[in-house]
């Protein structure tokens, strides 16, 4: 059995170890690192979990469904046939040489053996070429005569009854063919770092340490001076060298199966049915940046496993990436979401919680103050008032630019909404800060122009400070502040690095203020995810509820992202969720689908729709009553029916190629069995997968 600890760290050793005594612990088997590096993982096609997969022929896969005891049965009874035929065979073809050389005359007993030698050989070969392939013999030699069949099929076998307790001596079982075995450090044993590569050989690496050391040595050999720091980083600090700031070197708890090698995390496995094409069928399905540039969308009813069994692995296998050094992290969802635990993450966000250690800018950084105003402004408007952005976003710009210029930060949520109330004393201030900084000309138009919209009924301002009080509550006292006085605020510019942050809403205790805050986070998120220069890490967002974090903004943003290495993954209980003008344009923008079972058929439709049609082979089989022939016939059939009662009839087939739907909204909304998931997914290059049925319980 497989002990906690040790899921999801590749190849492991799964021998049972003794039990252990009441007051002790069981230790967790050690990470057989050399065999783990060594495991094949050939090309595949996307979405194929590549850590030992082995491609299977479409032929020897259709071959391979006849059981073996069928299959020999049926070589055994050819092999007969073709016996009988060629004995008969030749017995009539010698009967008529004979009969034939009879009119020749002076010929030889040489020329007659030499007919009976052709008669012999030509016999043989059409009664074996007949029985070849109805015996299936070349799949009888695949499966046992071949060194991989007799590993397979015929080892097992012969060492269980060789093992098995007789009267006779017990025999050693027939070992397995021993796993590959390879050197993971003979880049630097051979690269100039042996004494590096001696050290880790002492120590034990995990997983997460193997890449983050890799990582580390890529880096160095971009510039030979650098391998004598490398090296010495590694003798000082063994396995543990150039970990993350945390110190984290795994994360506790991680239940998936991860393969970081090639950065793929397994969800689950393909099933083996007509619908999912021939490559995939009973194959790993994984998931990986590939496919997560592209973003997903997944759509289920609660309860369904969108968090168990794809928002949490996601999240998981983006923060070990961060803890070796190749991706960000970025989960949101409310606080009692199944994310994963706090000591996953660097930074946790609890907004509404006292004791949350962080706050959130509300502007996420941004330098230009036009640019995160508007932002702001799409963040605190709901679904409902959107037709009022554009002249909310100017109001908003109106003052944060002002604000920006006289006091170089951002205002905060209570100065904010005292200047877009027309509170006097706030107005007062600010234009005598930007008097003083020499300001005060260049920002006076837009100063005038919020004072002659103030009183007005449609002035934008007022409903903007109404929205803001949702954020100006006891309970977020200091998790907005600009001045330094409150919680260290956390900006979404931090995405160069490799964090892993989780933003805790207050879903149950303030709902329409965990809306604004869910829109705003994953705003910033994607023009923080585009704007990045550097993008060797791969930005990842996870939002367990996106019903309410999604506008038109992120929606163009999700595109932008796929350039960006950077991706999120977004789940929804139903795009009835989503205002309509949003439902489709937000299709266009992922590359990658999934359905939980569960959903409505008018959510159906969009996925059916999406994924398209293809043309299958249809073959319509019809039955009709026999009406034909004379008196005799008539009678003959007349007793049938008063002897079997049934009613002789004819059969036609018909064959044709017709287009139909991958999958219907109805096999989506009621076909789909719990537990599993259909999903289609496109990679970053443009590389698309047809929908696939996945059993994600695996």
């Known amino acids: 059995m497989e002990l906690d600890g040790a899921q999801g760290h590749g190849d492991r050793t ?16 050690a990470f057989d690192l050399p065999t783990w590096v060594a495991t094949p993982r050939p ?30 049965w049926r070589a055994a009874l050819n092999v007969i046939a073709t016996i009988a035929t060629y004995y008969v065979g030749t017995v009539v073809l010698m009967y008529g040489a004979g009969f034939v050389l009879r009119w020749f005359d002076g010929t030889s007993p040489e020329q007659f053996d030499v007919a009976q030698i052709l008669i012999n050989m030509v016999t043989i070969g059409c009664a074996a070429a007949v029985f070849w392939r109805t015996g299936r013999w070349r799949e009888v030699g695949r499966r046992f005569l071949t060194r991989e069949g ?42 100039g770092a042996a004494a590096a590569a001696e050290t880790l050989d002492r120590e034990a690496v995990g997983d997460v340490d193997y890449m983050r050391i890799q990582r580390a040595w890529e880096s160095a050999q971009a510039d030979q001076a650098f391998v004598p720091a490398f090296v010495e980083q590694v003798r000082a600090r063994g396995a543990a060298a150039f970990s993350h700031p945390s110190g984290s070197r795994d994360l506790q708890g991680r239940a998936a199966h991860h393969d970081l090698l090639v950065q793929q995390v397994r969800l689950g496995t393909t099933q083996d049915v007509p619908k999912n094409p021939q490559t995939y069928r009973a194959t790993g399905f994984a998931l990986d940046p590939t496919l997560l540039g592209t973003s997903l969308l997944a759509v289920g009813p609660a309860g369904t496993g969108k968090t168990a069994r794809l928002a949490r692995p996601a999240i998981e296998a983006l923060c070990l990436q961060a803890l070796a050094g190749r991706a960000c992290a970025v989960a949101v969802g409310a606080a009692d979401a199944d994310l ?36 702001l402004a799409d963040a605190l408007l709901p679904d409902e008032l959107t037709a009022r952005a554009e002249s909310a976003r100017v109001a908003l710009q109106q003052v944060v630019g002002p604000f920006h210029a006289a006091y170089g930060r951002y205002p905060g949520v209570r100065e904010l909404r005292g200047l877009l109330a027309g509170d006097p004393e706030v107005k007062e201030a600010l234009v005598k800060a930007l008097r003083e900084a020499g300001r005060l000309t260049a920002h006076e138009r837009d100063l005038k122009h919020r004072d002659l919209q103030q009183g007005r009924a449609d002035d934008p301002g007022t409903l903007l400070a109404d929205r803001l ?53 994953v705003g910033q998120f994607v023009l923080a995810a585009v704007a990045r220069e550097d993008r060797s890490l791969f930005a990842g967002l996870v939002v367990d509820d ?26 929804l209980r139903t795009l009835m969720d989503l205002p309509e003008a949003l439902r489709t344009p937000l299709f266009g923008a992922v590359g990658c689908r999934m359905v939980f079972p569960g959903i409505a058929p008018w959510d159906g439709k969009f996925f059916s729709e999406a994924w398209g049609t293809h043309v299958i082979h249809e073959r319509v089989v019809t039955h009709a009553p026999q009406t034909e022939g004379g008196v005799v016939r008539r009678a003959g059939r007349l007793g049938r029916k008063a002897l079997s009662g049934t009613t002789a009839q004819t059969e036609s087939v018909t064959t044709r190629d017709v287009e139909r739907l991958r999958w219907s909204p109805s096999d989506l909304a009621h076909a789909l069995p719990a537990g599993h998931a259909v999903v289609s997914l496109t990679t970053v290059s443009g590389e698309q997968v047809p929908p696939l049925l996945v059993d994600l319980r695996g």
């Open 340 to 375: 994963g635990p706090d000591v996953w993450y660097d930074v946790v966000i609890a907004l509404g919680e006292a004791g949350s250690a962080y706050g959130l800018d509300l502007y996420g950084a941004t330098q230009d103050p036009d640019e995160a105003a508007a932002r």
């Open 469 to 521: 009080a949702l954020l100006d509550r006891p309970a977020f006292e200091g998790a907005f502040t600009t001045d330094g006085t409150g919680k260290p605020p956390f900006a979404m510019r931090a995405l160069d690095h490799p964090l892993r942050v989780r933003v805790k809403l207050p879903e149950r205790s303030h709902p329409e203020a965990a809306r604004i805050l869910s829109r705003l986070v």
């Open 43 to 72: 090309e595949a096609a996307p979405g194929i979990y590549r850590q030992g997969y082995r491609q299977i022929d479409p032929e020897r896969a259709e071959e391979a469904k006849v059981a073996t005891w069928p299959l020999l």
């Open 14 to 29: 799964t021998t049972t170890p003794p039990t252990p005594m009441p007051h002790q612990r069981p230790r967790p088997p």
């Open 546 to 571: 996106a019903s309410a974090a999604l506008d038109s903004g992120t929606v163009r943003g999700l595109q932008r992202m796929r350039g960006a290495n950077a991706g999120a993954v977004l789940l």
């Open 150 to 191: 007799w590993r397979r099929n015929v080892a097992p076998v012969l060492a269980k009854a060789i093992t098995h307790e007789g009267p006779g001596p017990v025999r050693p079982a027939v070992e397995p063919e021993p796993e590959p075995v390879a050197d993971p450090w003979a880049a630097q044993r051979f690269g």
